[in-house]
């Protein structure tokens, strides 16, 4: 983060009293928030090595900001874990990334048990703790400044190595594509645990000089209403936040003032998509990224909503992106095969046992990112689902990105989520999981309305559950295992 604190060491000599982050305590200044930053690196320095890893609890407020610029400052490693991690989840963390410092809440620390990371002991930010080890390792990320931990919805937690150069490359063609100005507000509303999470809610708009306004917990109404306060001009979230803001705005129209709203991380349907932006007074810009390669597509708020909201925009000046089949060549547009990119914003590697290991590449340097892909004639991104998003019914691979598309076209329906439901004759049967405006819509309305869609008869649900909400994991995104559990449970109840 150096280049960062450079550029708000800069700023605060002629504009010391500019607002950088809204929280639930109020506005914080720039001139405080390096004031608080200064401090605690010093007792950073005090208390540790050179090059620090300083692992923190993750929360969106003001704290996590102060953190960042804090490590920045001491040239440290920032690495980030949500405060409602598990202490099996933090000792998995503590065994990838072996961190020089925690700095978390009193209580959070306990349960953590962060004190054996080191006999250095302070109280910082208001009331929180720091333990740390003076025995540093610097320099063994790879040049890494941020390591978030990717969701876990397919395994274990990864930590993810980013450079500043990948973080200033994602945030600056993010606001050259937006069209973001100087000084716009940009919401925070993903939890800030993960690399794309502190790269587009924290790092790029501090890069473009307005404040951050922080959502602390999760609620579709007052996320709207805070952006609507402070005039937002940008966020990014997943779909489920997306779709739940449209529901659940208190009025019609209250973003408006937005420039966009960039919506990735998960299948999306553009009728339910329209429906929300509508509601919100909005545009949405579908984007294809993950914390390996930040935001490496995205559409324009000037494309017609077909473009916007019925594919994944085109890649990022400099960032490579193709699709390959099984034997690596790559196939024609309008053919479905893996998505392989290579950029700027490719990350450094995986933390794993206290040091950076490098990604696995292909002998020309693309990663294959695990999903399915097109292109269209106009090289338009069309991300068709995970390569093990399948259902296997009688021998049968049934794709669930093809039958959720189907779903999610029926009117009625603003969130779908299909899954596999164990059966002992067919080995899994097609669940499906609804959000709908019409509680009663059943098995029945549902098939006929597939059948109306084109859809084959053997990859039509056989059980239909309506749901107030669907699963979600920490950062928002739809919680595939949950969801799963949660058919299976209403399948059983059945029976």
């Known amino acids: 983060m150096r280049e960062l604190v450079a550029e ?38 005090g208390a540790t090595g050179p090059g620090p890893t300083v692992l923190v609890q993750a929360e969106n407020t003001w704290r996590t900001v102060v953190c960042a610029l804090a490590v920045g400052r001491v040239e440290g ?39 054996a990371v080191g006999s250095a002991r302070a109280s910082v930010l208001e009331g929180w703790s720091l333990s740390g080890r003076a025995a540093t390792r610097p320099g063994r990320w790879g040049g890494g400044v941020v390591i978030g931990l990717t969701s876990g919805s397919t395994g274990r937690a990864k930590g993810v190595v980013q450079t500043e150069a990948a973080l200033r490359y994602a945030g600056r063609t993010t606001i050259e594509a937006v069209g973001l100005r ?37 609620s579709p109404p007052d996320a709207v209403a805070l952006m609507a306060e402070h005039s937002a001009r940008w966020t990014m979230c997943v779909p489920t936040m997306a779709l739940q803001m449209g529901m659940k705005a208190p009025e019609a129209g209250m973003l408006s003032a ?36 930040l935001g490496h597509t995205t559409s324009l708020p000037s494309d017609p909503e077909d473009v916007r909201l019925g594919t994944d925009g085109v890649p990022f000046p400099g960032t490579h992106l193709r699709v390959v089949d099984g034997a690596g060549a ?67 691979n049934i794709d669930i990105h093809e039958v959720e598309s189907a779903v999610a076209r029926h009117p009625s329906v603003d969130q779908v989520c299909v899954v596999p439901v164990p059966d002992a004759v067919l080995g899994e049967r097609v669940a499906v999981l609804l959000v709908t405006t ?50 299976e449970s209403l399948a059983a109840g059945t029976d």
């Open 258 to 293: 937005m420039s966009a709203m960039t919506v990735g991380g998960g299948p999306m349907d553009r009728g339910a998509l329209a429906r929300a932006e509508q509601r919100l007074g909005t545009r949405f810009l579908r984007v294809f990224g993950m914390s390996e390669c």
């Open 77 to 115: 490693t920032l690495a980030l874990l949500s405060g409602h991690a598990t202490p099996q989840e933090f000792a998995a963390a503590r065994e990838d990334l072996d961190p020089d410092v925690v700095i978390a809440a009193p209580a959070t620390a306990r349960a953590w048990g962060a004190d």
């Open 330 to 396: 790559e196939v024609p547009a309008g053919t479905v095969g893996r998505a392989q990119v290579r950029g700027p914003s490719l990350f450094a590697g995986y933390a794993r046992a206290g040091a950076v290991t490098a990604p696995d590449l292909t002998a020309d340097g693309y990663l294959t990112t695990g999903d399915l892909m097109s292109f269209d004639a106009d090289g338009r991104v069309s991300v068709r689902g995970r390569e093990k998003d399948i259902i296997i019914r009688g021998g049968r």
């Open 182 to 218: 100087a000084g716009d507000p940009v919401a925070a509303l993903v939890p800030l645990s993960s690399a794309a999470a502190v790269c587009f809610g924290l790092y790029l708009p501090l890069m473009l000089g307005g404040p951050i306004l922080l959502a602390e917990k999760w």
């Open 8 to 45: 708000l060491d800069r700023r605060v000599t002629t504009d010391p009293g500019q607002v950088v982050a809204v929280d639930g305590t109020g506005p914080h200044t720039l001139g405080a928030v390096l004031a608080a930053a200064g401090e605690l690196a010093d007792t950073l320095a």
């Open 438 to 487: 019409q509680p009663d819509l059943g098995l029945d309305a549902l098939q006929t309305h597939l059948g109306g869609e084109g859809l084959a008869k053997g990859k039509w649900p056989e059980h239909v559950f309506v749901v107030d909400a669907l699963p979600q994991n920490r950062v928002g995104k739809l919680s595939r295992p949950d969801a799963t559990r949660l058919a």
